[in-house]
């Protein structure tokens, strides 16, 4: 059964802006250069779709603010809503409006766009403002006591709710600052329209000592509405003296942690999300603190708690490390399980994220388990839920997939399957685990996957042409061996044919023949794929395994001259252990003193040695002027054909005489 929507009968409108302060005017665009700066996006929101609006401004590199138009389509061209924030743009002019204002033809990123913003990591300081109308407003207000426990870092205050939803990455501290009187009355503000909202935040600082210039996170909260029409804001602007974050509080507004929380999700970048509906009411997805974030789940004196963000939202912003994210490769299925993003750390991803190929698109797979409790609770039941996202859509990326948002329909449970046949996307919910659910995912027509045998994942390798054998693909005609350096990059592929298998396919390789060069103690990835008899892949083995090769010893022994002897220069012999992996090796003489050096090149090792017993006569010219005066250190180092590394002896000290 649907559940009944408490929001729909509230007495007000919820205003929520990414809002950049409107001052100064068209005049810079003479003051020579191009028009360029940040971007800033207000969402003027309200019940009655009629009265929603979205606008713009573009805060210029000299601080002057000016009001700006851009249409959908050059939002869309320049990466999506998400794409603008803290990025810095030159606005390529287009027809002006028919008030004089700016039209923007084209926005062209004057630095890379920056999706994954993590302003809001580390800490974050706001300071709460409580403000009231000089006349006007309400007598009966909330003491500046009961702010510092609806915000406090105990469960579940506001700075509890940022520490648990971000798992400590953003923690918030606040100072909260008792009731101050505005310099004007409430109707002075009323008359000043929008604009009241700047006025706010000069006169309400003011009142307390603060500034309005540099980097500052504010609540402003008064004692009544704010507007003609009954909003609530919050929002952000950047580039001029760094990141401003405003959340503006009618009085309705403190008696709910949930409205804290939203307007400071705003402030963080993170717009609305939506239900599948399409329609544009933002306020119709309760699993979202950035849609409908005033449900059903309330604690006294706290109102009602605010449920996490969607886990894209979290990710744009930094709050979502990236490898709590799996992302699903094209023609590719997997089963996985995912956790609730607030279980504890199990090893298990938060997310699964589907890139839809040839769009920005992506579907969000990602868990809520109410029986966890805490900031879980606002949840109907445990359930996965499924969010399609569109980065370009102007005001609600994320919108909730399912029929009803508030009842089953949005709640994918073990033994249902949500398919979208244009996307080629298929997600199946498999079965509960303690923190979360498996789930099969689906995009394009999956290719099979076969196992790989040997060498094993994270094995160490002897052989300089190793044995590779994997298990065989139905249907496959040849197959490619593909291996790797991963630090320097060299690859190298092997087509091998299926007469090498049976059952299992096993090939050794000439890598020496083919010009391939190991790098001793360095990780390498092999990996294979199959392909039919025309040339499509069809399958591909289930992981890229790590090996590292071990081709030459770690060290080499020198037996002779041992250690502070006296060696006539005409009887120097060195003696040493070698070793049979090695081809050739180099002895390097020096005195203490560095005054005199040798240095015999590679060497055979088939002249020198017999197995492991290597035995090198030095000529004495190589030392032209006779023994040196000074004692003598002798080095041994070898190599190998084939392998990049070394083998070295420790340095022995002796004394050449004549």
């Given at each position: 059964m649907p559940k009944s929507r408490t929001t729909a009968l509230l007495p007000f409108t919820l205003l929520s802006a990414l809002l950049i302060l409107i001052t100064g005017s068209l005049s810079a665009q003479g003051a020579g250069g191009p028009l360029a700066g940040f971007i800033g996006v207000r969402y003027w929101d309200a019940p009655d779709p009629a009265l929603h609006k979205t606008s713009y401004t573009l805060t210029t590199f000299s601080g002057e603010t000016l009001p700006l138009e851009i249409p959908d389509d050059v939002i869309h061209a320049a990466g999506g809503l998400m794409a603008l924030r803290s990025t810095p743009f030159e606005v390529v002019l287009g027809v002006p409006t028919r008030s004089g204002g700016v039209t923007a033809a084209a926005l062209v990123p004057t630095t890379a766009p920056r999706w994954f913003n993590a302003d809001p990591t580390g800490t974050q300081h706001w300071d709460i403002l409580l403000c009231k109308f000089s006349s006007g407003g309400t007598s009966t207000l909330?003491?500046?006591?009961?702010?510092?426990?609806?915000?406090?870092g105990t469960f579940p205050g506001l700075a509890s709710y940022w520490s648990t939803v971000s798992r400590?990455?953003?923690?918030?501290?606040?100072t909260v600052y008792g009731w101050k009187t505005l310099a004007n009355s409430q109707a002075y503000y009323h008359g000043l329209g929008d604009y009241a909202a700047n006025?706010?935040?000069?006169?309400?600082a003011a009142a307390h000592g603060k500034s309005t210039s540099g980097a500052y996170n504010y609540v402003i909260a008064l004692n009544g509405q704010m507007f003609n029409y009954d909003y609530a804001l919050g929002g952000y602007s950047t580039g001029y003296g760094g990141t401003q974050r405003v959340a503006w509080l009618p009085l309705w507004a403190l008696k709910d942690q949930t409205y804290f929380a939203h307007e400071m999700g705003h402030g963080y970048g993170m717009p609305h999300s939506n239900n599948s509906d399409g329609d544009t009411d933002s306020y119709d997805n309760p699993w979202d603190v950035m849609s409908d974030a005033f449900y059903n789940y309330s604690i006294s004196p706290y109102g009602y708690l605010a449920t996490p963000s969607n886990l894209w939202y979290l990710r744009q912003i930094g709050l979502l490390p990236a490898g709590e994210v799996y992302t699903l490769p094209n023609n590719r299925a997997e089963t996985l399980v995912i956790d609730d993003w607030l279980a504890s750390e199990s090893g298990s991803y938060s997310a699964i994220f589907i890139p839809i190929p040839g769009t920005s698109r992506l579907y969000v797979v990602e868990v809520h388990k109410?029986?966890?409790?805490?900031?879980?609770?606002d949840y109907d039941t445990d359930a996965v839920v499924i969010y399609d996202i569109n980065p370009n859509r102007t005001t609600q990326p994320a919108w909730l997939v399912g029929s009803d948002s508030y009842g089953p329909g949005a709640q994918w449970v073990p033994g249902e399957t949500y398919t979208n046949s244009a996307d080629d996307v298929t997600i199946s919910v498999l079965g509960a685990t303690p923190n979360g659910y498996q789930v099969r995912v689906e995009l394009g027509t999956p290719i099979n996957v076969f196992d790989l045998i040997s060498p094993a994942n994270d094995s160490t390798i002897a052989e300089f042409n190793p044995t590779f054998s994997w298990n065989a693909e139905a249907g496959a005609a040849s197959y490619k061996l593909k291996l790797k350096n991963t630090v320097s990059g060299a690859k190298i592929k092997i087509t091998v044919g299926s007469a090498a298998c049976s059952g299992t396919c096993s090939v050794t390789p000439d890598l020496s023949g083919l010009g391939w060069t190991w790098q001793e103690g360095t990780l390498h990835k092999w990996s294979v794929k199959a392909y039919n008899g025309n040339g499509l892949m069809i399958a591909k083995g289930s992981s890229k395994h790590r090996i590292t090769p071990d081709l030459i010893p770690s060290s080499l022994t020198l037996n002779n001259p041992i250690q502070n002897a006296t060696v006539n220069v005409n009887e120097l012999t060195v003696q040493f252990t070698g070793d049979t992996r090695l081809t050739e090796y180099k002895f390097k003489f020096k005195t203490v003193d560095g005054s005199v050096s040798a240095t015999i090149s590679w060497t055979p090792a088939g002249s020198i040695c017999s197995g492991t017993s290597c035995t090198l006569d030095v000529s004495p010219s190589l030392f032209p002027g006779g023994a040196p005066s000074n004692p003598m250190t002798v080095k041994i180092e070898g190599r190998r054909a084939g392998v990049g590394g070394k083998a070295k002896s420790v340095k022995q000290t002796f004394t050449l005489v004549d």
């Open positions: 909330p003491t500046k006591a009961d702010v510092e426990t609806m915000t406090s400590g990455a953003s923690t918030m501290t606040r006025a706010y935040v000069n006169d309400c109410k029986s966890l409790g805490g900031f879980n609770s």
